[in-house]
């Protein structure tokens, strides 16, 4: 077996991205020496125990990083400005600080200024989720075949980069570089616009008139099941989500609300080659998808 990337891992905040990685690490022996995850409540904490997926626990994000060589910010975005804070003059000198967000310019806005000299720090995203969350919701193979983002500040550290790359790749993701403005503009189509509408939508659906509600309910096509699934997920993440990438997002939505309109001239004077087309290109994506293995 190969020789463990860290002698320390700590994981603040161990919801199912921070628990796969646990798992994983657990698992497969070469990613870290020693687990250590830090959550906010005690009962979360008690649960990481009974599962047996770090080998040990604390309450204290200061005294989790104390003498780890990777540290791993694993909770909502919006969390990282005071989890920073409070590790930031405990983080051991050559350590790496990574994490695992949703948007990259808030986190190096939140993050970036407290990281003391010495201490490398390497934002990355995996692309890659459920609509489950907490320690229970964690599973190995989450990460396969799916892609973790890089976007490391300039001037980062190439071997701190690399072995950030390189714990990604022993969880089974492919890896990529991009810069974090791009990173964010990017994923609010692929991610942060999708879950808006969806949460919109099952908004709409709730609003209804209660007999027109539980039709709603009752006879769910695959259509609105699918936005169930997605608006099932984490409210907190995604409120912190929505926040901390508003420039991207809001210019993402106001593409698709004119999309959309456009949408609806085309049905109201009945322009069946526009909808065929949208249809068509739809069709088109999927099957992009299905190619790449990423459907």
Known sequence: MAEPLFRRLALLGIGLIGSSVARIAKERGDIAAEV??????????????????????????????????????????????????AIAPHLAPGAILTDVGSTKQSVIRDVGPLVPAGVHFVPAHPLAGTEYSGPD????TLFENRWCLLT????????????????WRRCGAMVETMEPAHH??????????????????????????????????QFAATGFRDFTRIAASDPVMWRDVFLNNREALLEMLARFMEDAQAMA??????????????????????RSLIELKQA
């Open 265 to 286: 001239r085309a049905v109201r004077w009945g322009d069946a080659a526009y909808i065929e087309d949208k249809i068509m290109r739809g069709r088109r994506i999927r």
């Open 184 to 217: 964010d503009r990017v994923l609010a189509i692929v991610s942060h616009l999708p879950h808006l509408i969806a949460f919109t939508i099952c908004g709409t659906a709730d609003d209804l008139e209660d007999e027109s509600r539980q039709e709603v309910l």
């Open 36 to 85: 250590v995850a830090n959550a906010r409540t005690p009962a979360t904490l008690e649960r990481v125990r009974q599962l047996g997926i770090a080998d040990r626990v604390e309450a204290d994000p200061a005294a989790a990083v104390a003498g780890a060589d990777c540290v791993m910010l694993c909770a909502p975005v919006g969390a990282f400005a005071a989890l920073a804070e």
């Open 152 to 167: 490391p500040p300039p001037g980062t550290d190439e071997d701190a980069v690399e072995k950030i790359a390189e714990l």
């Open 137 to 140: 919701a964690g599973f190995t």
